[in-house]
C-alpha cells in the first residue's frame, strides 16, 4: 500500500487558498438541477470540484438518463431526460453515502427499478430510516438489514405525510426535503427525535428557498409546498469543511490562512468553527459537543492530541457510520503515534499533550482521517499516511496544497530604536531563512533621496506617510522587513504588524543605543537635541508601543549570529510540538 510521509512544518504561514467546492452543496444543488430540468431547459452548475463523492452523484444522475456533461473543470450542464430514458439501473456508489442517499430518494421519483450499491464500506452505512420514510410515502423500497444494496420501484410515490428518524445522519432528512416538492401535494415530514447535524438539514431548506420553493422547517417538523425548482445556473461555494484542517492549523500556530472562496457569512456549519476552537486555548479539561459539526471531530481531536489536558468530545454518535468509524479511527491512530484516548459510544477522551512520536497511520479510506493525521504530522515527525489518494473524495487537490502553503511563510517585521541593528539583523536573518529581506530606509533612499535633507524639506509628518506607504506593499509573505524605529508610532502601521507579520522587537537600554549614536550627523533629529542625546526621550515613549507589538523580544547587544539563532528558535517555537507559544502554555 502506498503511503506519504507527512512534510515538517517549521514556520507560521501567511496564505489564501482557493478551496475545493464544497461536495455537500454541489451534491445537493446537482439533485435540484436535475429537477430543474423539467422546464425543458439545461441548467449550469459551476465551482463543482469533480472530487469522487460528486462524480458517484453524476454518474448516477447519467444512469437516470440526465444529459450531464463537464463543460470546464468545475462546471457542470444538466440537460433534460430525453423522450425514452431508462427504465432501470444499477448505480454504484463507491463509498459516497450522500450519493446513495439522495440518488435513493430520487430513484423513487423515477419510474424503472433501480439497484443502488457500493463498497463494502457503504454497505455498512444505514439507509434503513430513509428506506422506511419512503415507503410510507408509497415508495417500493427493499435494503438489505438497514443498509445497502438497496432496490427501488420508482415513480410510486403518492403520500405526502411521513415520520422519519434521523437521529443516524441528516441526509435522511435532506434527501427526502430535496425530492419533496415533487409530490403531488408536497412533503409534510414529522421527525421521530432528535435530527442528526441538523446544521446541515437548515442548509438544504436554506438551498431550497434560494431555488423559489418554499419551506418550513424545525428541529421536529418539516412541511415542503410542491413546486419546482427555478433554473439557470447555480454555484457551489467553497467548501468550509475542508478549510478546517487550516483553521486548526492557524490556531495551533499562528498562521494567518484564509480561502478566497469561502463565503462569509455561510449556511454551512463548519464555518463557524471558531468558537470550538477557542474552547481548546488554554491548559485543563474541556468538553466539547461536535453534534453541529461533526466533519470537525477529527481536526478538533488532533488539536487536542497537541494541548495540555484532556478533552471530551460528545455528540458524535453518529461519527461510527461515515465513511469509517471515525471515533475508533482517531483513537487507532493516536494510540499508534505514542498518544492516549478512550472511545466512548458518542464521542473520545483524548489526553493531551504527552510525546507523541511517528508511525504508520491507515485512514481506512476515509478521506477527513487522512487530512486530520496530516495536522498532526506537520508537529510530529515521521507520520506516515496510507492510501493518501483517499482525500480525492473531498479535496483531489489536498496534498499539493500542503506543499504549497509549507512555502508561504509569514512576514518577519524587525522593530526597534536607531541604533539597535534592525537592518544588519534582518539582512542576516533573511541569509539564514532562504526568505527576502526589505529594509524601508534605504527603499525611501532610493525613492526620495538621503532622509535628512528630505525631513528638512517636507517634514516629519510627511517623511512619515511615506514611510507607512512603504511598510505595508513591504509587509507581504516570505519578506524579512526593517522598519524605521518611528513607524510603530502610527495606530494604522501598528494594525498592519499585528494582522500581517511577526515582529521582532530589537531591544536596546539608553546606554547601548547612546554609544551607538553618539557622533551620527546622517539621521536626522527626531526632538531638535542631538541624535545621541535625544535616545532616552524616545525610547521611553516608544517602549510601550514596542513591547505591545512585539512577538519576540531579541537583546539589541547581542552579537547578529546569537540574535538570529534565537528569533529562529522563539519564531518556531509555535510549530514544534511544545512550543511555548502554544494554546495552553
Same mark, same amino acid.
Given at each position: ?24 452543496? =454541489?451534491? +445537493?444543488? &446537482? ?5 430543474? !430540468? #423539467?422546464?425543458?431547459? %439545461? $441548467?449550469? @452548475?459551476? *465551482?463543482? /470540484? ?82 422506511? =420514510?419512503? +415507503?410510507? &410515502? ?5 435494503? !438489505? #438489514?438497514?443498509?445497502? %444494496? $438497496?432496490? @427501488?420501484? *420508482?415513480? /410510486? ?395 519576540v523580544r531579541i537583546p539589541a547587544a547581542l552579537p547578529t549570529a546569537e540574535q538570529v539563532a534565537l528569533a529562529r528558535r522563539c ?15
Amino acid at each position: 500500500m502506498a503511503e506519504r510521509l507527512v512534510p515538517q512544518l517549521a514556520w507560521p504561514l501567511d496564505a489564501t487558498l482557493t478551496l475545493p467546492g464544497s461536495k455537500s452543496a =454541489a451534491n +445537493r444543488l &446537482l439533485v435540484l438541477a436535475a429537477l430543474a !430540468t #423539467a422546464s425543458g431547459a %439545461p $441548467v449550469v @452548475v459551476s *465551482g463543482a /470540484t469533480p472530487s469522487d463523492d460528486v462524480q458517484h452523484l453524476v454518474a448516477g444522475l447519467e444512469a437516470f438518463g440526465f444529459d450531464v456533461h463537464w463543460t470546464a473543470s468545475d462546471t457542470l450542464t444538466l440537460a433534460p431526460r430525453g423522450p425514452n430514458p431508462p427504465r432501470s439501473g444499477h448505480l454504484h456508489c463507491g463509498n459516497a453515502g450522500t450519493a446513495l442517499r439522495f440518488l435513493t430518494a430520487l430513484a423513487a421519483l423515477l419510474p424503472g427499478t433501480w439497484t443502488l450499491d457500493g463498497e463494502a464500506a457503504l454497505r455498512r452505512r444505514p439507509i434503513g430510516p430513509l428506506a422506511h =420514510a419512503l +415507503r410510507e &410515502l408509497g415508495a417500493e423500497v427493499e435494503d !438489505t #438489514a438497514g443498509c445497502p %444494496p $438497496v432496490r @427501488v420501484r *420508482g415513480g /410510486t410515490l403518492q403520500g405526502s405525510r411521513c415520520t422519519l428518524d434521523a437521529s443516524a445522519s441528516g441526509q435522511f432528512a435532506s434527501a427526502l426535503l430535496l425530492v419533496g416538492s415533487q409530490l403531488p401535494h408536497g412533503l409534510e415530514l414529522q421527525f421521530a427525535g432528535p435530527v442528526a447535524s441538523y446544521d446541515y438539514v437548515a442548509w438544504t431548506a436554506a438551498l431550497l428557498r434560494e431555488r423559489g420553493l418554499r419551506i418550513e422547517l424545525t428541529p421536529s417538523h418539516a412541511r415542503l409546498h410542491p413546486g419546482t425548482p427555478s433554473g439557470g445556473s447555480y454555484a457551489v461555494e467553497g467548501d468550509w469543511s475542508a478549510f478546517g484542517t487550516f483553521a486548526c492549523l492557524s490556531f495551533l500556530t499562528g498562521s494567518r490562512l484564509s480561502g478566497r472562496n469561502l463565503p462569509q457569512p455561510s449556511q454551512q456549519a463548519d464555518a463557524r468553527l471558531g468558537p470550538l476552537l477557542a474552547q481548546l486555548a488554554g491548559s485543563g479539561p474541556r468538553t466539547l459537543d461536535v453534534s453541529s459539526q461533526p466533519d470537525q471531530f477529527l481536526n478538533l481531536a488532533a488539536v487536542a492530541a497537541l494541548r495540555p489536558g484532556t478533552t471530551t468530545f460528545t455528540g458524535g454518535a453518529n461519527l461510527r457510520h461515515k465513511e469509517s468509524d471515525r471515533i475508533a479511527a482517531m483513537a487507532t491512530g493516536l494510540h499508534a503515534l505514542g498518544g492516549s484516548a478512550q472511545a466512548r459510544p458518542d464521542g473520545l477522551v483524548v489526553h493531551g499533550g504527552q510525546p507523541l512520536h511517528g508511525g504508520h497511520i491507515d485512514p481506512q479510506a476515509d478521506h477527513r482521517v487522512a487530512m486530520a493525521f496530516a495536522l498532526l504530522g506537520l508537529f510530529v515527525p515521521g507520520v506516515h499516511i496510507a492510501a493518501p489518494e483517499c482525500v480525492a473524495k473531498s479535496y483531489p487537490g489536498f496534498w499539493d496544497d500542503l506543499e504549497w502553503l509549507l512555502t508561504q511563510r509569514r512576514c518577519i517585521a524587525v522593530v526597534g530604536m536607531r541604533g539597535a541593528g534592525k537592518s544588519t539583523f534582518a539582512r542576516a536573518f533573511a541569509a539564514a531563512t532562504d526568505t527576502v529581506c526589505v529594509d524601508l530606509d534605504a527603499q525611501f533612499v532610493q525613492a526620495h533621496g538621503p532622509i535628512a535633507p528630505y525631513v528638512a524639506a517636507h517634514g516629519w509628518p510627511a517623511f512619515r506617510d511615506q514611510e507607512s506607504a512603504l511598510l505595508a506593499a513591504a509587509l507581504q509573505p516570505g519578506a524579512v522587513v526593517a522598519t524605521g524605529g518611528g513607524a510603530i508610532e502610527r495606530a494604522a502601521n501598528r494594525r498592519l504588524l499585528a494582522e500581517r507579520a511577526l515582529v521582532v522587537w530589537l531591544d536596546g537600554d539608553v546606554g547601548l543605543l547612546r554609544a551607538r549614536l553618539v557622533g551620527d550627523t546622517v539621521r536626522p533629529s527626531l526632538t531638535g537635541a542631538p541624535v545621541g542625546e535625544e535616545v532616552a526621550a524616545v525610547l521611553a515613549q516608544r517602549q510601550p508601543l514596542y513591547t505591545a507589538a512585539a512577538t519576540v523580544r531579541i537583546p539589541a547587544a547581542l552579537p547578529t549570529a546569537e540574535q538570529v539563532a534565537l528569533a529562529r528558535r522563539c519564531l518556531g517555537a509555535p510549530c514544534q510540538m511544545f512550543g511555548k507559544h502554544k494554546p495552553g502554555n
